[in-house]
């Protein structure tokens, strides 16, 4: 979806890396993340600065191969070395269907998934996965279990504006960020955490130089450009030129496709959609519409059992509620695909009647 706004934008998002640079494995000794490139890191904040939609201050930032490779960090510099059972690690149904698989996926001896955090009445301790707005439903999350003591992980792959209001920002102790969803440069592999606790940062580096040495420094280069335009473009956003604004272009793409897809689910009357509250966003100054990378779509239809196979039947593909930890009924739809698919998704969707 992004890709025509990145077209646009053509040479300013050129990255010339020359044969001889960023051989070595080492881009900043003096700093504990040491293979993270200091124009990232400076981009990093200043995107922060600009949408705010997270403290930086008092935080290190540890890069990694994808917000994917910062998650496993997290588990294993959270939880104990010396515990007598490994560590619970739960999240709230509907919940990013990768999290079970990522978490159990090498059978650690230091963490394991424990399911749905709601229903999670252990009284052991816990890390418990917010991921706000939130995957697959968009819904904005706090923490769901009815307890304290609990070790946060926040994972904000959509706090940004196109998606959800920014209320605030946000000031938790491990954060979890990613180019794939803000930008859209999922291929570039670069995400960064905001670590409270330099202790927990340091594990989580540790993590990082045990299992790739590091992090591309090609891909760190070529993401702090597109985060340098993105913020660019964002700065003054009452200038003459905010009309180039990545968040604002984005925010009325993803509003004129929920609108279309809205539209379609109301017509065939077979399925559901989540209801969202506008809220006041502090970067775009105005109310705005919570619009979620993912459209949450239940089969209202009684004879419908298996709404995934059910739509497959239509030529259109989807993810089933299972995997997210909860029945059927549900299906998961990416709302950031390209125009032509996005408009042919809705165009099949629209022909069910219930
Ligand atoms: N967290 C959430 C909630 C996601 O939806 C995704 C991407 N689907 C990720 C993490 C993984 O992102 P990355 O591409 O940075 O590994």
């Not at 994808?66 to 959270?78: D, E, I, M, R, V």
């Not at 196109?162 to 920002?169: A, M």
Request: hydrophobic share 40%.
């Amino acid at each position: 979806m992004y890709e025509n706004y990145w077209q646009q934008m053509g040479e300013r998002t050129t990255v010339v890396i020359p044969g001889w640079q960023s051989m070595s494995y080492f881009s900043d000794v003096k700093n504990p993340c040491w293979f993270l490139e200091p124009e990232f890191a400076k981009q990093v904040v200043r995107l922060h600065n600009v949408v705010g939609n997270a403290v930086t201050d008092g935080r290190q930032i540890v890069v990694g191969t994808g917000s994917s490779q910062l998650f496993l960090a997290a588990l294993y510099a959270l939880a104990p070395k010396d515990g007598s059972e490994p560590m619970s690690v739960v999240s709230a149904a509907p919940y990013y269907s990768s999290y079970p698989s990522m978490t159990d996926c090498l059978k650690s001896g230091l963490y394991k998934w424990a399911g749905d955090a709601r229903s999670f009445n252990k009284e052991v301790p816990y890390i418990e996965l917010v991921t706000s707005p939130n995957n697959p439903d968009g819904f904005v999350r706090h923490s769901m279990v009815n307890r304290t003591g609990g070790i946060l992980v926040h994972d904000l792959a959509y706090y940004w504006p196109q998606y959800t209001p920014i209320s605030s920002p946000a000031d938790h102790d491990l954060t979890l960020f990613t180019v794939s969803k803000a930008t859209g440069h999922a291929g570039t592999r670069i995400g960064w955490a905001l670590v409270k606790d330099l202790e927990v940062a340091k594990k989580m580096i540790k993590f990082i130089e045990l299992n790739t040495i590091g992090v591309s420094r090609d891909s760190q280069l070529r993401a702090a450009k597109i985060l340098e335009v993105m913020t660019n473009t964002s700065e003054n956003l009452g200038s003459f030129d905010s009309h180039e604004s990545f968040f604002k272009i984005s925010y009325h793409l993803m509003a004129e496709r929920w609108q279309l897809l809205r539209v379609a689910v109301n017509r065939s009357r077979a399925f559901s959609l989540p209801d969202f509250t506008p809220g006041f966003c502090h970067f775009l100054n105005q109310d705005s519409q919570p619009q979620p990378a993912f459209a949450w779509l239940k089969c209202e239809d009684d004879h419908v059992e298996d709404c995934e196979s059910f739509l497959r039947g239509y030529k259109i593909l989807t993810r089933g509620g299972r995997h997210f930890g909860v029945g059927p009924k549900y299906v998961r739809i990416s709302m950031l695909d390209r125009d032509n698919n996005f408009d042919l998704f809705v165009k099949r969707l629209s022909t069910i009647q219930s």
